[in-house]
């Protein structure tokens, strides 16, 4: 059964530093992974989708990256600022034919102006 | 991408009575998807809405606590059923579709049971 993990589970920055969000996941024969980001009481926003053939994926200033064999994806966003400030999700779509997608347990960040 | 919106946006409801909320998509869909998310927690997939044939449910969730109707490609609705406070979630209706076969989500409903 595929379990999805995200750490750190919360994390409070300065504006303009640079970060990282990390994702595992247990079962690496997946379809794809998707990076989502919810503001409080709301729905989720797409930020990036990466396919299980590719090794990351930009959007401004973010980067996601990921390693399929390893179970891991990273969320890199560059010079925070404290709108970036929210909680972020990642989500794995598994490979078996399903169109189903698991969630992470999700990084709350505070971006601190 | 696709647009999709939820109404109600929010709802507080009395114990033991039932909530309809529906999702509506600007474009027709393959595959619709009902998620809750309770307080402080990820989300959970409560089930599958499938055109014209019954949803198919999660473990842990069934028909008669959560019905749901797909009458066509670009609505559905879920019903919350005999609500308890345990139901206080935030509704998620979100397709997937595109080449890439991405993700979307509506905007949530968030139910208050009291």
């Known amino acids: 059964k595929q379990e999805v993990t995200q750490i750190p589970a919360a994390l409070s920055v300065p504006e303009g530093e640079n970060l990282v969000l990390n994702c595992s996941f247990t079962?690496?024969?997946?379809?794809?992974l998707q990076w989502f980001r919810q503001d409080p009481g709301k729905g989720l926003t797409s930020l990036l989708l990466?396919?299980?053939?590719?090794r990351e994926q930009t959007s401004g200033r973010l980067n996601a990256s990921l390693d399929k064999s390893s179970g891991r994806s990273t969320l890199y966003i560059a010079a925070s600022q404290p709108g970036d400030s929210a909680t972020y999700l990642c989500?794995?779509?598994?490979?078996?034919?399903?169109?189903?997608?698991?969630f992470g347990t999700g990084t709350r960040l505070k971006v601190l102006a | 991408s696709a647009v999709i919106s939820q109404k109600p946006s929010r709802d507080i409801c009395q114990r033991g009575t039932s909530l309809t909320i529906q999702c509506q998509v600007d474009?027709?869909?393959?595959?619709m998807f009902w998620y809750r998310q309770q307080p402080g927690q990820s989300l959970t997939l409560i089930a599958t809405a499938n055109q014209g044939s019954e949803a198919t449910y999660e473990s842990g969730f069934v028909i008669d606590k959560f019905p749901i109707s797909r009458p066509n490609l670009t609505f559905s609705t879920l019903t919350v059923s005999n609500m308890s406070p345990e139901d206080s979630s935030i509704y998620l209706c979100s397709v997937v579709g595109g080449n890439s076969y991405e993700q979307y989500f509506g905007p949530g409903t968030r139910l208050t049971v009291t």
């Open positions: 079962d690496s024969a997946i379809y794809n």
């Open positions: 474009s027709q869909v393959t595959m």
């Open positions: 990466i396919q299980s053939s590719q």
């Open positions: 989500a794995v779509r598994q490979a078996s034919g399903t169109y189903k997608y698991i």
